[in-house]
């Protein structure tokens, strides 16, 4: 299981326990989809999972930070991350 923390405007904040239901909600939303993207993700060194951390100055300002045993792990979740995002929007600048 990856393990995705929030830390938004500095607090560490756990979706569950949550009383904003919109804030439950949306982070509930990300953790899901960021679990649903990276379940096979393994470090081919090290076989250990990342760690995925959210965080923001708000809900809705939010950007994720990949942390791992080492550099090779974490390049592997960008590209599982970022791949099919430039699949979609590819560059053709000469
Ligand atoms: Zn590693």
Same mark, same amino acid.
């Given at each position: 299981m990856i393990d995705v923390l929030f830390e938004i405007?500095?607090?560490r904040v756990n979706p569950d326990s949550l009383g904003h239901v919109l804030g439950?909600?949306?982070?509930r939303t990300i953790r899901t989809s960021?679990?649903?993207?990276?379940h096979s993700v393994r470090c081919p060194d090290h076989g250990s999972a990342p760690t995925i %951390? !959210?965080?923001g100055p708000r809900l809705g300002d939010l950007s994720w930070e990949v942390t791992g045993c080492c550099?090779?792990?974490i390049? %592997? !979740?960008q590209r599982q991350l970022m791949g099919p995002q430039e699949?979609?929007?590819?560059?053709?600048v000469p």
């Open positions: 405007n500095g607090w439950k909600s949306v982070l960021m679990r649903r993207r990276l %951390v !959210v965080r550099q090779k792990l390049e %592997v !979740v699949i979609e929007h590819p560059t053709t």
